[in-house]
């Protein structure tokens, strides 16, 4: 049973909240927010708390649900805890890559995007392609940005090598920041991107089995 079914709490440090909440509140967009990844809601409520019942823009979420048993009525006791309207949110309860699909299909666009779903390098890289439904001013935001999950940094990192047209605005913890600043000439995230991703899967598998094992032997 994860933690956070049982608290409801954010699973986020501090000054990730903390950071998450100054962009928020300093844009204020008034376009869709988008979440993907919510475990038990508790980040999803704290960027819902940044606006006022009257002023707040929708918030979807996308997340397949399978965190922990009942994972959709605990992320909705979450909200009618916080004194937030259920129908503030619209849950896309699917993976993210059918998600993704579905939203490009209906040319879906945010301005706000927050990236915490599964860190394996195929599942990061393919979630990098909903930046392409970002408005240009938007912000997105990518937690677990670190050394240890090389998953989540190698994908990031070859992105915005790539991709000139974003720039970082902002880290805290692990919580990344980047600002879409234009349009992209081509979508973002390349058959090349996928590839690479798909090359380095299973050396970072073998890796991440490797540190376990590590891990197991040293406790
Ligand atoms: C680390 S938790 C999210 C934490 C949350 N953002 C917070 O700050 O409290 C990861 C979430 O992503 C969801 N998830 C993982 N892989 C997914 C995928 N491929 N498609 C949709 N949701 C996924 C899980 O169900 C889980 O709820």
Redesign the pocket.
């Known amino acids: 049973m994860?933690r956070?079914s049982e608290t409801l709490?954010?699973?986020?440090t501090p000054a990730?909240?903390k950071f998450l909440q100054n962009i928020i509140r300093k844009k204020n967009f008034s376009g869709p927010h988008l979440?993907?990844?919510?475990?038990?809601?508790?980040?999803?409520c704290?960027m819902m708390k940044c606006f006022d019942d009257q002023t707040r823009p929708k918030f979807v979420v996308?997340?397949?649900?399978?965190?922990?048993p009942n994972?959709l009525t605990i992320v909705k006791e979450n909200l009618s805890r916080n004194g937030l309207p259920e129908k503030g949110v619209e849950f896309r309860t699917?993976?993210?890559?059918?998600?993704f699909a579905q939203a490009e299909k209906q040319d879906d666009r945010f301005d706000f995007i927050?990236v915490?779903?599964?860190?394996k390098i195929l599942?990061v890289m393919?979630?990098l392609r909903w930046l392409r439904l970002l408005n240009v001013g938007g912000i997105a935001c990518f937690?677990?940005y670190a050394e240890r999950f090389p998953g989540v940094k190698l994908s990031i990192d070859r992105f915005l090598s790539r991709y000139r047209n974003y720039e970082k605005i902002g880290l805290a913890d692990t919580l990344l920041a980047i600002r879409k600043t234009a349009s992209c000439d081509t979508p973002e995230v390349s058959p090349l991107d996928r590839a690479y991703s798909m090359v380095m899967y299973l050396p970072l598998e073998v890796q991440r089995k490797i540190n376990k094992v590590k891990k197991q032997k040293a406790a």
């Open positions: 994860r956070c709490e954010a699973e986020m990730e909240q979440e993907i990844g919510t475990a038990a809601g508790g980040t999803l704290k996308v997340d397949r649900m399978t965190y922990f994972q699917t993976t993210s890559a059918e998600a927050l915490d779903a599964s860190h599942a393919a979630d937690h677990d």
